[in-house]
């Protein structure tokens, strides 16, 4: 298993603690209100909306939050307006590659936190295009093992347009092109299985391993970049021994 999936399992399982904290429903509801402005407020007619509003409602997130995120970013309700996506690439210890998707509305604040985070961290930020060539965009279903038959969910989503489907510890993960993810999932959830996340996201080509020190201050930058309120998403192309990331989940 890849690093850089087994640190996304990990987080995946921190998210309750994370949504106490409120750091999770906030990623969440801007998620949705730049989803709603950009593609209206419509679920059916507006996928990323949509995905947003599924991965809301499995982290136990009130309906009442969600509709007022969609009318943020309709206009219905002011504060939708003044939020912006940007990017950033750096690299970690070791040469790590890193790619971060926030959501700000202040641009020159997040950039200076980001900043801030690499350097303190034995990071650094780089220029546009200096590591996004390592990944590639995929659509990824992550469905629940518990009473999942592997094979009829092979033949579901392979029928359905998946490139390949990951046996990974409590989870199955089916990937897919962009513009298969929706048909897939459809066909993944009309089958009921229980999808525990599906989204878009990024995935290495080529991946860097990083053991002892380095690792362990990498984890450390991961987990920094990951509980800025402003950092949606963090897609790095690491490998590591599997007994520093169980060391970094029981932390």
Same mark, same amino acid.
């Given at each position: 298993?890849?690093?850089?999936? %087994?640190?996304?399992?990990? %987080?995946?399982?921190?998210?309750? =603690? ?10 969440? $509801? ?11 407020? *419509? ?20 309906? !009442? ?13 002011? /504060? ?36 801030? $985070? ?20 995929? /659509? ?6 518990? /009473? ?6 092979? =033949?579901?989503?392979? !029928? ?8 990974? *510890? ?9 513009? !298969? ?20 996201? =990024? ?8 053991? /002892? ?9 991961? *987990? ?8 949606? %998403? ?5 490998? =590591? ?11």
């Amino acid at each position: 298993m890849a690093g850089h999936s %087994k640190w996304a399992q990990i %987080k995946h399982k921190k998210a309750a =603690m994370d949504a106490k904290r409120g750091k999770l429903f906030t990623k969440l $509801i801007r998620e949705i209100t730049v989803a709603a402005r950009q593609g209206g407020g *419509d679920p059916e007619a507006n996928p990323r909306l949509r995905t947003a509003i599924a991965n809301a409602r499995a982290n136990n997130m009130p309906w !009442d939050n969600i509709e007022r995120a969609i009318k943020r970013g309709t206009g219905e309700l002011e /504060g939708g307006a003044s939020l912006e996506e940007v990017s950033y690439e750096g690299y970690g210890p070791g040469g790590v590659a890193l790619l971060i998707e926030a959501v700000t509305d202040n641009r020159n604040r997040t950039t200076a936190d980001i900043r801030h $985070i690499l350097s303190r961290n034995g990071g650094s930020l780089g220029e546009k295009g200096c590591v996004s060539w390592i990944f590639d965009r995929k /659509g990824l279903i992550v469905v629940d093992k518990e /009473g999942t038959d592997e094979e009829e969910l092979f =033949m579901i989503a392979v !029928d359905a347009g998946a490139e390949d489907v990951l046996d990974e *510890d409590t989870t199955f993960e089916v990937y897919t092109n962009p513009e !298969d993810f929706e048909q897939v999932r459809k066909a993944i959830e009309e089958a009921e299985f229980k999808i525990s996340r599906a989204e878009l996201t =990024m995935v290495p080509k080529t991946t860097v391993q990083v053991q /002892g020190k380095e690792a362990e201050r990498l984890i450390r930058l991961l *987990d920094a970049l990951e509980d800025n309120d402003d950092v949606q %998403k963090v897609y790095s192309n690491f490998e =590591m021994p599997d007994e520093l990331l169980e060391a970094a989940e029981a932390a």
